[in-house]
Structures are given as structure tokens and as C-alpha cells.
């Protein structure tokens, strides 16, 4: 008898066991087969819960300083969309790829394309109309946006085909597409990039990505899920977890009590937040360890009380001394 994953236009049952089913979908279920059970199918298939990752790109934006600028406001979010854009074309064609790999995995079976719900052909059609509305809105921004926008795209593609099958380098590419979001989001608001953001934002991308895979090796069935997933050791990804995230909480100390810093936010406080790096990846790497049925820790941890509270804490704490607001 086929498993239910195994029949197209059918969604197979969901995964027992906790951690083990997906984030609740954007959209309501509609009966399956109808036109909005199939327009649900794509909207899930773009994966919005996902494009929080796309706020580097808003990253120079704020500690800039140009929250308080209308039209620099414009051109960073136009950014940010053309990003999610991306993303979403992205997501597409690596499940295009991926379909059946990820039919064995108890809980991407359930992705639009792996059970059928979005037909390979509409899925296509998908990648391309993505692709020309997101690079036509790069191209209305500076060229190095752009330039850049289509390399991200570039290091995506590598990634989907060559890339995701050779361990630590896989890793390295996924880093890679964040500290382009980076450059872009300066390019798009025309607002140089610091050496410490870059720095910190591809050690903080690398720890993610090692805890991703640390987190995938412990399950079972890896080496089907991902190719390269054999080739990791876990005493090589804790020692990596341990380098990339002590390193990236030093690095944003360093950046906090920098002399140009301080003469740039003309405040002496901005290393009190570095409280908030340094909890949030201890917070991970528990999720890493203590959810092991979970898809994707990188996912839990936007489900995790603790973790988006201590996030919103960071944030409303930069702006608090970033722009220098003070009660009336």
C-alpha cells in the first residue's frame, strides 16, 4: 500500500509527536481540489514566515539612523520586498529540486510541491513570475543593489544544484546570502556598511546554519533528507557552533565600545544590549539540543516566547539609544 505522501494532489497525514507538525498556515484550509485549497497551496509554497530573515537588509536603515526619513524609508522597504520576492522564488525552486527527498522527511512531506498540492508545472510558472517583478524592482534602485540582488540570487542557484551537497560549504553559501542582504539594504538607502555588521552578521549566519545542521544530523533518515548531511561530524558542528557564536557576540561588543561608535550614537550605553546576542545564542543552542522532532530550530526559534521577548527587548533598546529618545 503507497504511503499517502506518495499520491499526488494529497496531503499525507500529519506527524505525531511534539515539535512535529508545521507552523499554522497563513491562510485557512479550503477543500481540498478547490481553486483556494490550490491558491493556499502557493501562498504556503513562497514560505512568508520565512522572509523575517529579509530584516537584514533593513539592518543599515537603522543603526543609520534613517527611521525618521519618509523616502529613505521607501527605498529600504522596496528593498526588503524585492528580497522577499527573491526568497520566494528561492524557496520555490529548491522544493523543485528537493521534492523527493523531502517525501521521506516526516514533516517537509507535507511541503505544497513534495505532496502535490502545487503541480510542478504551476510551480515553474511561479519561479519565473517571482524572478521578473523582483529584478524588475532591483532595477528601479542603484545599480550596485542590483548587482547585488542578482548575486544573491547567483549564490542561491549554486546552492540549489552544487553547493548544498558539500558539507561546511553549504553553510558558507547560506552565510554568504545574508551578508549580501546586508550590502544591498546599504546600497538601496545609498548608507555605507560598517566591517563590524558584515563581520557579525556572517558569524551570526554561520552559527545558525551549523545549529540547522546539527540539529538534522541527530534525526533520522539524514543522509536522505540532505546529501551532505553524511559528511558532518557533531564534535567538528559543536566546536564550529562554539567559534561562530562566541565570535559574533564579541565582535558586536567590540562594535558597541568602538570610539566611533559611541561618537556616532554620542551615547556610551549602546554595550548594555550586548546582553541580548549573548542570551539569544545560549536560547538557541537549546533549541537546538531540546526540540529534536522539530523541522528547523531556525523556526522554532521564532515560535519561542523567551527568544522573540528578548528580541523585541533588543530592538526597542537600540532604538532607545540609537535615536537618542528620551521621555518628554
Same mark, same amino acid.
Given at each position: 500500500?503507497?504511503?499517502?505522501?506518495? @499520491?499526488?494532489?494529497?496531503?499525507?497525514?500529519?506527524?505525531?509527536?511534539?515539535?512535529?507538525?508545521?507552523?499554522?498556515? @497563513?491562510? %485557512? !484550509?479550503? %477543500?481540498?481540489? #478547490?481553486?483556494?485549497?490550490?491558491?493556499?497551496?502557493?501562498?504556503?509554497?513562497?514560505?512568508?514566515?520565512?522572509?523575517? +530573515?529579509? =530584516?537584514?537588509?533593513?539592518?543599515?536603515?537603522?543603526?543609520?539612523?534613517?527611521?525618521?526619513?519618509?523616502? =529613505?524609508?521607501?527605498?529600504?522597504?522596496? $528593498?526588503?520586498?524585492?528580497?522577499?520576492?527573491?526568497?520566494?522564488?528561492?524557496?520555490?525552486?529548491?522544493?523543485?529540486?528537493? &521534492?523527493?527527498?523531502?517525501?521521506?522527511?516526516?514533516? +517537509?512531506?507535507?511541503?505544497?510541491?513534495?505532496?502535490?498540492?502545487?503541480?510542478?508545472?504551476?510551480?515553474?510558472?511561479?519561479?519565473?513570475?517571482?524572478?521578473?517583478?523582483?529584478?524588475?524592482?532591483?532595477?528601479?534602485?542603484?545599480?550596485? /543593489?542590483? $548587482?547585488?540582488?542578482?548575486?544573491?540570487?547567483?549564490?542561491?542557484?549554486?546552492?540549489?544544484?552544487?553547493? +548544498?551537497?558539500?558539507?561546511?560549504?553549504?553553510?558558507?553559501? @547560506? &552565510?554568504?546570502?545574508?551578508?549580501?542582504?546586508?550590502? &544591498?539594504?546599504?546600497?538601496?538607502? +545609498?548608507?555605507?556598511? #560598517?566591517?563590524?555588521?558584515?563581520?557579525?552578521?556572517?558569524?551570526?549566519?554561520?552559527?545558525?546554519?551549523?545549529?540547522?545542521?546539527?540539529? !538534522?544530523?541527530?534525526?533520522?533518515?539524514?543522509?536522505?533528507?540532505?546529501?551532505?548531511?553524511? $559528511?558532518?561530524?557533531?564534535?567538528?558542528?559543536?566546536?564550529?557552533?562554539? /567559534?561562530?557564536?562566541?565570535?559574533?557576540?564579541?565582535?558586536? @561588543? &567590540?562594535?558597541?565600545?568602538?570610539? #566611533?561608535?559611541?561618537?556616532?550614537?554620542?551615547?556610551?550605553?549602546?554595550?548594555?544590549?550586548?546582553?541580548?546576542?549573548?542570551?539569544?545564542?545560549?536560547?538557541?543552542?537549546?533549541?537546538?539540543?531540546?526540540? %529534536?522532532?522539530?523541522?528547523?530550530?531556525?523556526? !522554532?526559534?521564532?515560535?519561542?516566547?523567551?527568544?522573540?521577548?528578548?528580541?523585541?527587548?533588543?530592538?526597542?533598546?537600540?532604538?532607545?539609544?540609537?535615536?537618542?529618545?528620551?521621555?518628554?
Amino acid at each position: 500500500m503507497r504511503d499517502l505522501a506518495d @499520491i499526488p494532489g494529497s496531503d499525507p497525514p500529519p506527524p505525531s509527536g511534539p515539535g512535529a507538525s508545521e507552523p499554522p498556515p @497563513i491562510l %485557512p !484550509e479550503f %477543500p481540498r481540489g #478547490s481553486l483556494l485549497w490550490r491558491v493556499g497551496g502557493m501562498v504556503r509554497q513562497v514560505r512568508p514566515s520565512q522572509w523575517v +530573515k529579509n =530584516v537584514f537588509v533593513l539592518a543599515p536603515l537603522v543603526f543609520a539612523r534613517h527611521l525618521t526619513h519618509a523616502s =529613505v524609508l521607501l527605498s529600504a522597504a522596496g $528593498a526588503f520586498g524585492v528580497f522577499c520576492l527573491l526568497a520566494g522564488a528561492v524557496y520555490t525552486m529548491n522544493d523543485l529540486v528537493d &521534492a523527493e527527498a523531502d517525501r521521506v522527511h516526516p514533516v +517537509k512531506r507535507r511541503r505544497p510541491i513534495a505532496s502535490g498540492r502545487v503541480p510542478v508545472a504551476l510551480a515553474r510558472v511561479m519561479v519565473a513570475v517571482l524572478l521578473v517583478v523582483a529584478f524588475g524592482g532591483a532595477l528601479l534602485g542603484p545599480w550596485q /543593489f542590483a $548587482a547585488l540582488a542578482a548575486a544573491y540570487f547567483a549564490n542561491n542557484l549554486a546552492y540549489t544544484f552544487f553547493l +548544498k551537497k558539500i558539507a561546511y560549504v553549504d553553510v558558507g553559501s @547560506i &552565510a554568504l546570502g545574508f551578508v549580501i542582504r546586508v550590502l &544591498a539594504g546599504g546600497y538601496a538607502i +545609498k548608507t555605507p556598511v #560598517s566591517g563590524y555588521m558584515l563581520a557579525c552578521t556572517a558569524l551570526l549566519a554561520l552559527f545558525l546554519g551549523f545549529g540547522k545542521r546539527r540539529h !538534522e544530523i541527530a534525526q533520522a533518515n539524514a543522509g536522505k533528507q540532505r546529501a551532505a548531511l553524511e $559528511a558532518y561530524h557533531p564534535r567538528v558542528l559543536d566546536g564550529a557552533l562554539a /567559534f561562530t557564536g562566541l565570535g559574533a557576540v564579541m565582535v558586536y @561588543i &567590540a562594535y558597541t565600545v568602538d570610539p #566611533s561608535t559611541k561618537a556616532l550614537f554620542h551615547s556610551d550605553w549602546l554595550w548594555v544590549t550586548a546582553i541580548h546576542p549573548v542570551f539569544g545564542v545560549v536560547r538557541f543552542l537549546q533549541l537546538v539540543s531540546g526540540r %529534536p522532532k522539530a523541522e528547523s530550530p531556525t523556526q !522554532e526559534m521564532l515560535r519561542d516566547v523567551p527568544f522573540v521577548l528578548n528580541l523585541v527587548l533588543y530592538t526597542l533598546e537600540i532604538v532607545f539609544i540609537v535615536y537618542r529618545l528620551r521621555p518628554s
